[in-house]
């Protein structure tokens, strides 16, 4: 049988911009129960603001699990990380082999929501080839919130092997017209492979309870 997998959530407590507190963690993890979710894929945040080491995401994610396993709440937990591809981590990731993938060899990734002062600095398209070489699936992060990529960069990233995860909510204008309107284009062209609930806090839960699973 099948289980249904939120492989893009923020629902440790206290690693990054996402829940605080081990009381919001059980929250936000039964609220993934409820929309039918078994299985949530941990991507703390590794970027510049959250230095997040597997060390401390499985730290986490062990105080995590023991906390749903005494309220009797069923989540299957994969620690992992959400990598953003910038010269202040990335290199430190790769020569640390900090890389927890899930669903067998995926990494989630992702860029500078805003457009960056220098992409050159980032090359992105030569470290996710770098993944897919050495043997990892690279999965872009909501891909229809870099509002600077054109369309023929999003083509040379899918052309490249890398998978996109559309995060829930997107279409229906979680994050603004702007976005939703890329989101749909990018699904319309076929190329969503995932899809993640970003899952940071009770905003994006209210959310998704009435726009999504309501």
């Known amino acids: 049988m099948s289980v249904l997998v939120d492989c893009h959530c923020h629902i440790l407590p206290g690693l990054d911009d996402g829940a605080q507190t081990l009381e919001d963690s059980v929250f ?10 078994r299985r949530a894929v941990c991507t703390s945040h590794c970027s510049f603001l959250y230095r997040n080491t597997p060390a401390t995401v499985r730290a986490a994610a062990d ?16 620690p992992s990380m959400e990598y953003r591809l910038i010269p202040e981590t990335w290199p430190v990731v790769r020569e640390s082999n900090w890389l927890l993938p899930w669903e067998g060899n995926h990494i989630l990734v992702e860029l500078p929501i805003h457009d960056p ?6 090359i992105p398209l030569a470290e996710m080839r770098w993944l897919l070489d050495n043997g990892y699936q690279p999965v872009l992060a909501h891909p229809e919130r870099y509002l600077y990529l054109r369309m023929e960069e999003y083509r040379a990233f899918k052309d490249a092997g890398v998978q996109f995860q559309r995060n829930l909510g997107a279409l229906e204008g979680m994050y603004g017209d702007a976005v939703s309107a890329r989101a749909k284009t990018l699904d319309a062209e076929g190329m969503y492979d995932w899809t993640g609930s970003d899952l940071h806090n009770k905003k994006y839960s209210a959310f998704f309870d009435e726009y999504v699973f309501g």
């Open 28 to 37: 936000l993890a039964g609220k993934l129960v409820e929309w039918g979710y």
């Open 63 to 78: 105080k995590l699990r023991q906390a749903l396993e005494q309220r009797g709440i069923g989540l299957e937990l994969v």
């Open 117 to 122: 002062a220098k992409i050159g600095d980032i």
